[in-house]
């Protein structure tokens, strides 16, 4: 069965530092898709960045880039250069391309950013 | 560019009601997805719509149940209300023919009382 674990419920880092969250993924599927989402208190869920199974490079989107760890099932999330904006829960989620669009999701980390 | 709508934004039901929720998908999207959050949880999927047909369900019992029109927006209902049915309702986009990203909507927060 497909799983996502984040082991961190929460977190506090300093503006302006480097945060990484963590996620593992557990599938026997050669062909998934990672995401991170943004869900402020708003509720509103926010994509953030996404890393395919066959690609090779780690993906960055601006402040956001994915440390993608095939071997290990790890694909963690890199925030440069905190802003207090940041503060969240982010959610770590994977889809698997060749058998359906449903998107699992993990329990989520949430970040909270200090002045 | 309007994105992903979703109403009533809050909605406060009691046990054993019915309820219906309503999503509209970002333009250029045509198939929709439902997922329940309860508090302090990650997004569960309920089931996906496309070409107006449910095309995948997750572990959700027969009292949520769901539409697509032919304009792609679509309902979730669910009858019986429990209380345990009290979450964010969140309604996700995607395009069948390509883009990897679903896009979400504000969600409905269900209380059930």
């Known amino acids: 069965a497909q799983k996502i674990t984040q082991t961190q419920p929460g977190m506090f880092v300093q503006e302006k530092e480097a945060v990484t969250l963590d996620c593992t993924y557990d599938t026997s599927d050669p062909s998934y898709g990672l995401f991170w989402y943004k869900q402020p208190s708003s509720g509103e869920m926010i994509f953030l960045i996404y890393?395919?199974?066959?690609?090779?490079q780690n993906a960055t989107e601006g402040r956001y880039s994915l440390n993608f760890q095939k071997a290990r099932k790890s694909a963690n999330l890199v925030i440069s250069a905190s802003q207090l904006g940041d503060s969240a829960m982010y959610f770590c989620a994977m889809r698997l391309m060749n058998r359906d669009d449903k998107i699992i999701f993990g329990k989520g980390t949430r970040l909270h950013i200090l002045p | 560019d309007a994105g992903v709508t979703q109403s009533p934004t809050h909605l406060i039901k009691t046990r054993g009601q019915q309820v219906t929720l309503r999503c509209s998908p970002k333009?250029?999207?045509?198939?929709v997805s439902w997922y329940q959050q309860a508090l302090g949880q990650g997004p569960q999927f309920i089931f996906q719509?496309?070409?107006?047909?449910?095309?995948q369900r997750g572990n959700f019992p027969d009292r949520f149940s769901g539409h697509q029109f032919p304009n792609y927006s679509s309902e979730l209902n669910v009858n019986a209300l429990l209380l345990g049915d009290s979450a964010l309702y969140l309604c996700?986009?995607?395009?069948?023919?390509?883009?990897?990203?679903?896009?979400f909507g504000p969600g409905t927060r269900l209380t059930v009382t």
């Open positions: 996700a986009s995607s395009s069948r023919q390509g883009g990897d990203e679903q896009y």
């Open positions: 333009s250029g999207h045509d198939t």
């Open positions: 890393q395919g199974s066959y690609d090779q």
């Open positions: 719509y496309y070409e107006e047909e449910e095309r």
